[in-house]
Protein backbone atom coordinates (compact mmCIF):
# COMPACT_ATOMS: atom_id res chain seq x y z
CA UNK A 1 0.00 0.00 0.00
CA UNK A 2 1.53 3.31 -1.09
CA UNK A 3 2.11 5.96 1.73
CA UNK A 4 0.72 9.23 1.84
CA UNK A 5 1.22 12.34 3.24
CA UNK A 6 -1.40 15.66 2.95
CA UNK A 7 0.38 19.37 1.65
CA UNK A 8 -1.33 22.37 1.48
CA UNK A 9 -1.98 24.60 -1.65
CA UNK A 10 -2.09 28.47 -2.24
CA UNK A 11 -4.95 28.23 -5.10
CA UNK A 12 -6.01 31.33 -5.28
CA UNK A 13 -6.43 34.72 -3.03
CA UNK A 14 -7.65 33.43 0.06
CA UNK A 15 -7.66 29.68 -1.37
CA UNK A 16 -6.00 27.02 0.68
CA UNK A 17 -6.47 23.58 -0.42
CA UNK A 18 -4.98 20.45 1.05
CA UNK A 19 -4.30 17.18 -1.14
CA UNK A 20 -2.95 13.70 0.00
CA UNK A 21 0.16 12.75 -2.24
CA UNK A 22 2.23 9.58 -2.32
CA UNK A 23 5.33 9.92 0.14
CA UNK A 24 8.57 11.14 -2.06
CA UNK A 25 11.22 8.58 -1.91
CA UNK A 26 14.57 10.69 -1.97
CA UNK A 27 16.62 10.45 -4.81
CA UNK A 28 20.71 10.83 -5.48
CA UNK A 29 21.87 13.81 -3.51
CA UNK A 30 18.18 13.99 -1.76
CA UNK A 31 16.80 13.60 1.99
CA UNK A 32 13.07 13.17 3.11
CA UNK A 33 12.46 15.36 6.62
CA UNK A 34 9.09 14.53 8.32
CA UNK A 35 8.11 18.35 9.17
CA UNK A 36 7.33 19.51 12.42
CA UNK A 37 6.97 23.19 12.43
CA UNK A 38 7.05 25.89 9.69
CA UNK A 39 7.21 29.37 9.83
CA UNK A 40 4.25 31.62 8.07
CA UNK A 41 7.01 34.22 5.76
CA UNK A 42 5.55 37.53 4.54
CA UNK A 43 5.98 36.29 1.24
CA UNK A 44 3.36 33.61 1.44
CA UNK A 45 1.19 36.05 3.47
CA UNK A 46 1.13 38.31 0.29
CA UNK A 47 0.17 35.14 -1.84
CA UNK A 48 -2.22 34.05 0.40
CA UNK A 49 -4.14 37.64 0.50
CA UNK A 50 -4.03 38.31 -3.21
CA UNK A 51 -1.18 40.57 -2.93
CA UNK A 52 1.48 38.47 -5.22
CA UNK A 53 -0.95 36.92 -7.71
CA UNK A 54 1.45 35.16 -10.69
CA UNK A 55 2.37 32.05 -8.31
CA UNK A 56 -0.59 30.34 -8.16
CA UNK A 57 -0.66 27.45 -7.71
CA UNK A 58 2.19 27.27 -5.31
CA UNK A 59 3.52 24.61 -2.16
CA UNK A 60 4.62 27.52 0.14
CA UNK A 61 6.68 27.17 3.36
CA UNK A 62 10.36 27.78 3.42
CA UNK A 63 11.16 27.92 6.68
CA UNK A 64 10.65 24.51 8.18
CA UNK A 65 12.44 22.30 10.87
CA UNK A 66 11.75 18.51 11.75
CA UNK A 67 12.82 14.88 11.48
CA UNK A 68 15.44 13.25 9.02
CA UNK A 69 13.52 10.78 7.58
CA UNK A 70 15.40 8.97 4.83
CA UNK A 71 18.39 9.70 3.14
CA UNK A 72 18.66 8.90 -0.76
CA UNK A 73 22.65 7.30 -2.09
CA UNK A 74 25.36 10.06 -2.04
CA UNK A 75 24.10 12.28 0.60
CA UNK A 76 27.10 13.96 2.48
CA UNK A 77 25.41 15.63 5.47
CA UNK A 78 26.03 14.77 8.82
CA UNK A 79 22.45 14.10 9.83
CA UNK A 80 20.93 10.68 10.46
CA UNK A 81 17.51 9.48 10.23
CA UNK A 82 15.92 10.50 13.49
CA UNK A 83 18.07 13.20 13.70
CA UNK A 84 16.12 16.70 14.44
CA UNK A 85 17.18 19.24 11.63
CA UNK A 86 16.94 22.43 10.07
CA UNK A 87 15.96 22.51 6.10
CA UNK A 88 16.51 25.79 4.10
CA UNK A 89 13.80 25.38 1.04
CA UNK A 90 15.13 27.84 -1.06
CA UNK A 91 16.66 26.54 -4.69
CA UNK A 92 20.30 27.33 -5.52
CA UNK A 93 21.59 26.59 -8.53
CA UNK A 94 25.33 27.72 -7.84
CA UNK A 95 25.97 28.58 -11.72
CA UNK A 96 23.64 31.30 -12.24
CA UNK A 97 25.12 35.09 -12.21
CA UNK A 98 23.13 36.12 -8.57
CA UNK A 99 24.82 32.44 -7.06
CA UNK A 100 28.33 32.85 -7.91
CA UNK A 101 28.31 36.74 -6.59
CA UNK A 102 27.06 35.12 -3.12
CA UNK A 103 23.08 36.47 -3.74
CA UNK A 104 22.27 32.63 -3.75
CA UNK A 105 19.13 33.46 -2.01
CA UNK A 106 18.02 35.31 -5.28
CA UNK A 107 19.02 32.34 -7.70
CA UNK A 108 18.31 33.37 -11.08
CA UNK A 109 17.55 29.71 -11.96
CA UNK A 110 15.35 29.25 -8.41
CA UNK A 111 11.79 29.37 -10.64
CA UNK A 112 13.17 27.91 -14.23
CA UNK A 113 11.26 24.74 -14.00
CA UNK A 114 8.34 26.20 -13.80
CA UNK A 115 5.31 24.99 -15.44
CA UNK A 116 1.77 26.57 -16.03
CA UNK A 117 -1.04 24.90 -13.42
CA UNK A 118 1.69 22.63 -11.87
CA UNK A 119 1.64 23.19 -8.18
CA UNK A 120 5.32 24.31 -7.24
CA UNK A 121 7.79 26.07 -4.10
CA UNK A 122 9.15 25.25 -1.65
CA UNK A 123 6.39 23.05 -0.16
CA UNK A 124 7.19 23.23 3.73
CA UNK A 125 3.50 23.60 4.59
CA UNK A 126 2.92 19.59 4.40
CA UNK A 127 3.21 16.60 6.80
CA UNK A 128 6.83 15.80 4.36
CA UNK A 129 9.50 17.90 2.02
CA UNK A 130 12.19 16.17 -0.10
CA UNK A 131 14.94 18.28 -0.28
CA UNK A 132 18.69 18.82 -1.48
CA UNK A 133 21.17 17.34 0.76
CA UNK A 134 22.87 21.06 0.97
CA UNK A 135 19.35 22.60 2.11
CA UNK A 136 19.57 20.26 5.57
CA UNK A 137 21.49 21.11 8.56
CA UNK A 138 21.42 19.19 11.88
CA UNK A 139 19.86 21.15 15.20
CA UNK A 140 22.35 21.53 18.24
CA UNK A 141 21.10 20.94 21.59
CA UNK A 142 17.29 20.51 22.69
CA UNK A 143 15.77 23.66 20.44
CA UNK A 144 11.74 23.15 20.23
CA UNK A 145 11.01 22.72 16.40
CA UNK A 146 8.87 26.17 16.58
CA UNK A 147 11.92 28.33 17.41
CA UNK A 148 14.62 25.98 14.93
CA UNK A 149 12.15 26.55 12.35
CA UNK A 150 13.30 30.36 12.42
CA UNK A 151 16.68 29.78 11.90
CA UNK A 152 16.49 30.70 8.25
CA UNK A 153 15.61 34.83 9.26
CA UNK A 154 17.67 34.51 12.12
CA UNK A 155 20.47 33.63 10.06
CA UNK A 156 19.58 36.93 7.68
CA UNK A 157 19.87 38.71 10.91
CA UNK A 158 23.02 37.88 12.23
CA UNK A 159 24.50 37.83 8.21
CA UNK A 160 23.91 41.61 8.00
CA UNK A 161 24.90 42.15 11.46
CA UNK A 162 28.06 40.89 11.08
CA UNK A 163 28.85 42.36 7.65
CA UNK A 164 27.90 45.24 8.40
CA UNK A 165 31.35 45.36 10.99
CA UNK A 166 29.25 46.69 14.28
CA UNK A 167 32.10 47.44 16.92
CA UNK A 168 31.16 48.31 20.84
CA UNK A 169 30.32 51.79 21.13
CA UNK A 170 28.90 52.19 17.47
CA UNK A 171 25.46 54.17 17.00
CA UNK A 172 23.24 52.48 15.19
CA UNK A 173 20.09 53.34 13.12
CA UNK A 174 17.91 50.14 11.51
CA UNK A 175 15.19 51.18 9.06
CA UNK A 176 12.47 48.76 9.56
CA UNK A 177 11.15 48.11 13.40
CA UNK A 178 9.26 45.32 12.43
CA UNK A 179 10.33 41.69 14.12
CA UNK A 180 13.22 41.07 11.62
CA UNK A 181 14.56 45.08 12.63
CA UNK A 182 13.91 43.93 16.12
CA UNK A 183 16.42 40.80 16.12
CA UNK A 184 18.76 42.90 14.48
CA UNK A 185 18.94 45.38 17.20
CA UNK A 186 19.24 42.64 19.96
CA UNK A 187 22.34 41.47 17.83
CA UNK A 188 23.89 44.87 17.27
CA UNK A 189 23.34 44.92 21.14
CA UNK A 190 25.84 41.75 21.57
CA UNK A 191 27.83 43.10 19.11
CA UNK A 192 28.92 46.02 22.06
CA UNK A 193 26.25 48.66 19.80
CA UNK A 194 26.15 51.12 22.35
CA UNK A 195 23.08 53.32 20.71
CA UNK A 196 20.31 51.33 18.92
CA UNK A 197 17.33 53.57 17.29
CA UNK A 198 14.74 51.58 15.28
CA UNK A 199 12.01 53.85 13.18
CA UNK A 200 9.40 53.11 10.83
CA UNK A 201 7.25 54.79 9.09
CA UNK A 202 3.86 53.37 10.78
CA UNK A 203 2.97 51.79 14.07
CA UNK A 204 6.05 49.37 14.49
CA UNK A 205 4.44 45.78 13.71
CA UNK A 206 6.87 44.07 15.90
CA UNK A 207 5.63 41.80 18.79
CA UNK A 208 6.32 39.29 21.42
CA UNK A 209 9.97 38.05 22.36
CA UNK A 210 11.54 39.71 19.63
CA UNK A 211 9.86 43.37 20.75
CA UNK A 212 10.78 42.43 24.20
CA UNK A 213 14.30 41.55 23.42
CA UNK A 214 15.05 44.48 21.68
CA UNK A 215 13.63 46.87 24.71
CA UNK A 216 16.04 44.81 26.86
CA UNK A 217 18.58 45.82 24.69
CA UNK A 218 17.94 49.14 25.34
CA UNK A 219 16.82 50.07 21.63
CA UNK A 220 14.57 53.25 20.93
CA UNK A 221 11.57 53.09 18.58
CA UNK A 222 10.37 56.12 16.26
CA UNK A 223 7.64 56.74 14.50
CA UNK A 224 6.50 57.92 12.00
CA UNK A 225 9.04 59.07 10.53
CA UNK A 226 10.15 58.40 6.75
CA UNK A 227 13.83 58.45 5.55
CA UNK A 228 15.19 61.07 3.34
CA UNK A 229 19.08 60.30 2.91
CA UNK A 230 21.59 57.99 4.09
CA UNK A 231 24.63 60.31 4.52
CA UNK A 232 27.91 60.45 6.04
CA UNK A 233 26.48 62.05 9.35
CA UNK A 234 23.95 59.82 9.50
CA UNK A 235 20.02 58.55 8.28
CA UNK A 236 18.28 62.26 7.34
CA UNK A 237 14.62 62.24 7.77
CA UNK A 238 12.02 64.19 6.03
CA UNK A 239 11.61 66.90 8.39
CA UNK A 240 15.13 67.63 8.21
CA UNK A 241 16.51 65.98 11.05
CA UNK A 242 19.35 63.88 11.00
CA UNK A 243 20.08 60.66 13.40
CA UNK A 244 23.60 60.18 13.94
CA UNK A 245 25.20 56.65 13.61
CA UNK A 246 28.18 54.95 12.74
CA UNK A 247 26.19 51.73 11.09
CA UNK A 248 22.84 51.59 9.02
CA UNK A 249 20.76 48.53 8.76
CA UNK A 250 17.76 48.01 6.38
CA UNK A 251 15.48 45.84 7.50
CA UNK A 252 12.42 46.75 5.40
CA UNK A 253 11.31 44.72 1.87
CA UNK A 254 11.20 47.70 -0.25
CA UNK A 255 9.96 46.80 -3.58
CA UNK A 256 9.49 48.94 -6.62
CA UNK A 257 6.35 50.59 -7.82
CA UNK A 258 5.30 49.18 -10.59
CA UNK A 259 1.87 50.08 -11.00
CA UNK A 260 2.18 52.27 -14.29
CA UNK A 261 2.75 48.95 -16.05
CA UNK A 262 0.24 47.68 -18.70
CA UNK A 263 -1.57 45.03 -17.61
CA UNK A 264 -0.22 41.37 -19.36
CA UNK A 265 3.40 42.03 -17.91
CA UNK A 266 4.43 39.26 -16.02
CA UNK A 267 5.39 40.27 -12.08
CA UNK A 268 6.83 37.48 -9.35
CA UNK A 269 7.06 38.81 -6.18
CA UNK A 270 6.80 42.59 -6.92
CA UNK A 271 9.39 42.38 -9.44
CA UNK A 272 9.40 42.52 -13.44
CA UNK A 273 10.08 38.65 -15.11
CA UNK A 274 12.42 38.96 -17.46
CA UNK A 275 14.35 36.66 -20.25
CA UNK A 276 18.54 36.74 -20.81
CA UNK A 277 18.07 39.96 -22.58
CA UNK A 278 15.69 41.50 -20.12
CA UNK A 279 12.65 41.35 -22.20
CA UNK A 280 9.84 41.46 -20.41
CA UNK A 281 6.39 39.24 -21.33
CA UNK A 282 5.60 42.15 -23.77
CA UNK A 283 8.35 41.81 -26.70
CA UNK A 284 8.11 45.59 -27.02
CA UNK A 285 8.95 46.53 -23.67
CA UNK A 286 11.93 45.29 -21.48
CA UNK A 287 12.79 46.23 -17.45
CA UNK A 288 16.30 46.34 -16.27
CA UNK A 289 17.58 48.21 -12.71
CA UNK A 290 15.61 47.25 -9.19
CA UNK A 291 12.37 46.82 -11.27
CA UNK A 292 14.08 43.34 -11.96
CA UNK A 293 15.62 42.41 -8.28
CA UNK A 294 17.75 44.63 -6.29
CA UNK A 295 21.10 45.16 -7.24
CA UNK A 296 23.90 47.38 -7.65
CA UNK A 297 23.87 50.79 -10.41
CA UNK A 298 27.16 48.61 -11.80
CA UNK A 299 24.33 45.78 -12.50
CA UNK A 300 21.51 47.91 -13.88
CA UNK A 301 24.35 49.64 -16.32
CA UNK A 302 25.69 46.25 -18.18
CA UNK A 303 21.77 45.48 -18.50
CA UNK A 304 21.15 48.59 -20.06
CA UNK A 305 24.25 47.88 -22.23
CA UNK A 306 22.28 44.51 -23.19
CA UNK A 307 18.90 45.77 -23.89
CA UNK A 308 20.66 48.56 -26.14
CA UNK A 309 22.32 45.55 -28.52
CA UNK A 310 19.35 43.08 -28.11
CA UNK A 311 17.31 46.17 -29.81
CA UNK A 312 20.32 47.16 -32.03
CA UNK A 313 20.10 43.25 -33.14
CA UNK A 314 16.34 42.87 -33.23
CA UNK A 315 16.12 45.88 -36.27
CA UNK A 316 18.95 44.01 -37.68
CA UNK A 317 17.50 41.16 -37.97
CA UNK A 318 20.14 38.97 -36.43
CA UNK A 319 19.32 35.38 -34.56
CA UNK A 320 22.16 36.36 -31.54
CA UNK A 321 21.56 39.72 -29.99
CA UNK A 322 24.26 39.44 -27.40
CA UNK A 323 27.47 37.59 -26.61
CA UNK A 324 26.17 34.65 -23.92
CA UNK A 325 29.23 34.86 -21.87
CA UNK A 326 29.65 34.53 -17.98
CA UNK A 327 29.98 37.29 -15.76
CA UNK A 328 33.76 39.24 -15.58
CA UNK A 329 35.71 38.74 -12.54
CA UNK A 330 34.98 42.27 -11.42
CA UNK A 331 38.28 41.86 -8.87
CA UNK A 332 40.59 41.83 -12.34
CA UNK A 333 39.43 45.62 -13.46
CA UNK A 334 42.83 47.95 -12.85
CA UNK A 335 41.38 51.15 -11.55
CA UNK A 336 44.69 53.28 -11.84
CA UNK A 337 43.95 52.95 -15.86
CA UNK A 338 40.96 55.59 -15.26
CA UNK A 339 41.35 58.82 -14.04
CA UNK A 340 38.56 60.14 -11.77
CA UNK A 341 39.80 63.37 -11.95
CA UNK A 342 39.04 63.43 -16.01
CA UNK A 343 35.53 64.64 -16.76
CA UNK A 344 33.91 63.07 -19.75
CA UNK A 345 33.41 65.37 -23.01
CA UNK A 346 30.13 65.17 -24.86
CA UNK A 347 31.72 62.46 -27.01
CA UNK A 348 29.94 58.68 -25.77
CA UNK A 349 33.00 57.10 -26.96
CA UNK A 350 35.42 59.49 -24.63
CA UNK A 351 32.77 58.75 -21.88
CA UNK A 352 33.19 55.24 -22.00
CA UNK A 353 37.05 55.07 -21.78
CA UNK A 354 36.82 56.63 -18.68
CA UNK A 355 33.93 54.12 -17.05
CA UNK A 356 35.09 50.52 -15.43
CA UNK A 357 31.66 49.77 -14.72
CA UNK A 358 30.33 47.03 -17.65
CA UNK A 359 33.69 45.23 -17.86
CA UNK A 360 33.90 46.13 -22.12
CA UNK A 361 37.11 45.92 -23.89
CA UNK A 362 38.73 48.85 -24.89
CA UNK A 363 40.23 48.13 -27.94
CA UNK A 364 43.36 49.63 -26.42
CA UNK A 365 45.58 46.65 -27.95
CA UNK A 366 47.69 46.67 -24.90
CA UNK A 367 47.52 42.73 -25.05
CA UNK A 368 49.01 42.60 -28.41
CA UNK A 369 51.89 44.54 -27.61
CA UNK A 370 52.96 42.65 -24.72
CA UNK A 371 52.18 39.36 -25.74
CA UNK A 372 56.14 38.28 -26.05
CA UNK A 373 55.19 35.18 -28.29
CA UNK A 374 52.48 37.11 -30.54
CA UNK A 375 50.37 34.91 -29.80
CA UNK A 376 47.10 37.55 -29.21
CA UNK A 377 46.20 39.46 -32.52
CA UNK A 378 43.19 41.62 -33.59
CA UNK A 379 40.66 41.15 -36.33
CA UNK A 380 37.43 43.16 -38.05
CA UNK A 381 34.13 41.19 -37.75
CA UNK A 382 32.27 41.56 -40.64
CA UNK A 383 29.13 42.17 -38.93
CA UNK A 384 31.22 45.10 -37.45
CA UNK A 385 32.96 45.29 -34.46
CA UNK A 386 36.73 43.56 -33.60
CA UNK A 387 37.44 40.67 -31.65
CA UNK A 388 41.07 39.52 -30.15
CA UNK A 389 42.20 35.51 -30.31
CA UNK A 390 44.48 34.13 -29.06
CA UNK A 391 46.43 31.10 -31.01
CA UNK A 392 46.63 28.31 -28.83
CA UNK A 393 49.65 27.19 -30.08
CA UNK A 394 51.89 30.04 -29.80
CA UNK A 395 50.24 30.53 -25.61
CA UNK A 396 53.01 29.58 -23.20
CA UNK A 397 50.83 30.71 -20.42
CA UNK A 398 52.52 33.75 -19.09
CA UNK A 399 49.77 35.63 -17.95
CA UNK A 400 51.38 39.04 -19.61
CA UNK A 401 47.79 39.74 -21.15
CA UNK A 402 45.30 38.96 -18.44
CA UNK A 403 47.92 41.20 -16.38
CA UNK A 404 48.23 44.04 -18.61
CA UNK A 405 44.23 44.17 -19.31
CA UNK A 406 42.76 47.48 -17.56
CA UNK A 407 39.13 45.67 -18.04
CA UNK A 408 39.76 42.37 -16.44
CA UNK A 409 38.55 40.48 -20.14
CA UNK A 410 41.05 38.21 -20.21
CA UNK A 411 41.07 35.27 -17.67
CA UNK A 412 43.59 32.50 -17.20
CA UNK A 413 42.37 28.98 -16.95
CA UNK A 414 44.27 26.16 -16.47
CA UNK A 415 45.50 23.42 -19.71
CA UNK A 416 44.11 20.32 -20.46
CA UNK A 417 45.91 17.43 -18.45
CA UNK A 418 48.04 15.21 -20.86
CA UNK A 419 46.79 11.69 -20.98
Not at 77 to 85: F, L, S, T, Y
Not at 92 to 113: E, H, K, P
Request: proline residues 7%; aromatic residues 6%.
Amino acid sequence: MTRTYKRSILTAPREVVVEEVPIPTPGPGQALVQVKACAICTWEQRVYSGVESTLYPLLGGHEVSGVLAEVGPGVQIKAKPGDHVIVSRLHRCFQCASCRRGLDSNCDNSWSQRQPGVPMGPGGLAEYVLADGYQIFTTVGDVPFVESCLSEPLSCVLRSIVKSGVEPGDNVVIIGAGNVGCDAATEAHRQGAKDITLIDIQEPASFGKERAAAEKAGARFLWPVSVSAITTEGVELADGKILPCDTVVVAIGDRPDISFLPTGIDIRGGFIVVDDAYRTSDPQVYAIGDSVKPGLLTDAIGAGRTVSRDIDARLKGLDEPFDRLPPMNTESVKLQYYDPGRRPGEDIVECSTLCASCGGCRDCGLCETVCPRQAVSRRDLQRGGYEYRVDGDLCIGCGFCAGACPCGIWEMKENEPLD
